[in-house]
């Protein structure tokens, strides 16, 4: 079974551009979360997807935003860049997040974003 | 609201055994993951406590105290592979499936 994949790997970008970052879960599964991994603050929830609804939403800025596709692929997208966005964007595929067997999250490779 | 707090770094030798802790505060626990991220790679999951006591999977075994906040994660006969971030996650009711992570306890291992 593939496991969670993103896209792309790296991207180099300038303030004030803007980004869309994308994952494809692992097949079945249902849940996407989006998490931030910085040195500093360690990795924080963005938000999470289920069957193409926002169910979760951190304590991240309006600049941050994602969506959810009927076959379960998400995309995050971040506008106005700023130096501090530089992180690892990490997603999570979840196969039955509502249960408590099973409810793993499964984290594709990430893709290094780079605001310069 | 949520605090996770762990070790910011241990060091180990080989075939030892190391303990990382980790104390939470939440207002509705839902399960506490550990997680083990080397570097530049992604993290994976290790193990799941949901209910007070050890959970045992080979060489790793995790630990829950609900009424404490603890839990710890014990890795018997180290190896250099084992060298990685472990990063302790809980889940909060409040917080719905979203994980909370510590800022992660890095491993050394030494021969």
């Known amino acids: 079974k593939a496991g969670v994949t993103q896209t792309p790997r790296y991207l180099i970008k300038t303030r004030g551009q803007q980004v869309t970052l994308s994952c494809s879960p692992i097949?079945?599964?249902?849940?996407v979360s989006w998490y931030q991994q910085t040195p500093g603050q360690g990795l924080q929830f963005l938000f999470e997807?289920?069957?193409?609804?926002?169910?979760n939403k951190g304590n991240f800025p309006g600049r941050f935003s994602g969506r959810q596709f009927s076959n379960s692929r998400s995309e995050m997208n971040v506008s106005t860049l700023e130096l501090g966005d530089s992180a690892l964007y990490l997603c999570?595929?979840?196969?039955?997040?509502?249960?408590?067997?099973?409810?793993?999250?499964?984290f594709g490779p990430g893709t290094r974003l780079t605001v310069l | 609201g949520q605090n996770i707090d762990q070790p910011t770094e241990m060091t180990a030798t080989e075939g030892a055994i190391v303990q990382i802790n980790c104390t939470y505060q939440?207002?509705?626990?839902?399960?506490l993951f550990w997680y083990q991220q080397h570097a530049g790679e992604a993290p994976t999951f290790l193990s799941y406590?949901?209910?007070?006591g050890l959970e045992e999977k080979g060489r790793f075994s995790s630990f829950l105290s609900r009424s404490k906040g603890y839990s710890y994660l014990l890795l018997k006969e180290l190896q250099m592979k084992d060298s990685a971030s472990y990063l302790c996650?809980?889940?909060?009711?409040?917080?719905?499936?979203?994980?909370?992570f510590g800022k992660g306890t890095t491993l050394s291992v030494s021969s």
């Open positions: 999570a595929s979840t196969y039955n997040p509502g249960l408590a067997e099973g409810n793993e999250q499964f």
């Open positions: 097949s079945g599964h249902r849940s």
């Open positions: 997807y289920f069957s193409e609804t926002q169910r």
């Open positions: 939440t207002s509705g626990f839902n399960g």
């Open positions: 406590n949901v209910l007070d």
């Open positions: 996650a809980v889940r909060d009711q409040q917080a719905g499936t979203a994980l909370i």
